[in-house]
């Protein structure tokens, strides 16, 4: 699904937000089972709650747009592109940000020089 499917209180985007988002919303109170609607449209994560149903909107691949709720000129800048990955671990759904910017890493944690610790 390309747009959300109620306003998120962003300036810029809201005013070309889904046109029938109300159809979505009924079905979410019609089945207890619908538990998360994941979203386009605003370039950014951004999450709301309606009734059961967890409502995101996800970064997006190539820019991003800042979450602004009184501007409603039309920004975007170039954040580093990331996307949500979805994977289940038993009987529920984890989602979870993975950058698609190249940077260094990963590194295994040595928690003897990350972390370190004054005894007392």
């Not at 306003?7 to 919303?25: T, V």
């Not at 190539?62 to 000129?73: A, G, I, K, N, S």
């Not at 009987?91 to 295994?108: D, I, K």
């Amino acid at each position: 699904m390309h747009h959300p499917p109620l306003p998120l209180g962003n300036a810029q985007m809201d005013p070309i937000a889904c046109e029938n988002g109300h159809r979505l919303l009924a079905l979410v109170e019609r089945f207890p089972s619908l538990t998360r609607i994941f979203c386009g449209h605003n370039h950014s994560l951004t999450m709301t709650q309606y009734r059961q149903a967890l409502i995101s909107t996800i970064p997006g691949t190539v820019h991003q747009v800042p979450y602004c709720h009184e501007d409603t000129r039309p920004y975007y800048d170039l954040s580093p592109a990331s996307c949500l990955m979805h994977r289940q671990v038993g009987e529920q759904w984890v989602s979870y940000q993975h950058s698609l910017a190249h940077y260094a890493g990963p590194w295994l944690y040595d928690e003897n020089i990350s972390c370190p610790t004054e005894e007392r």
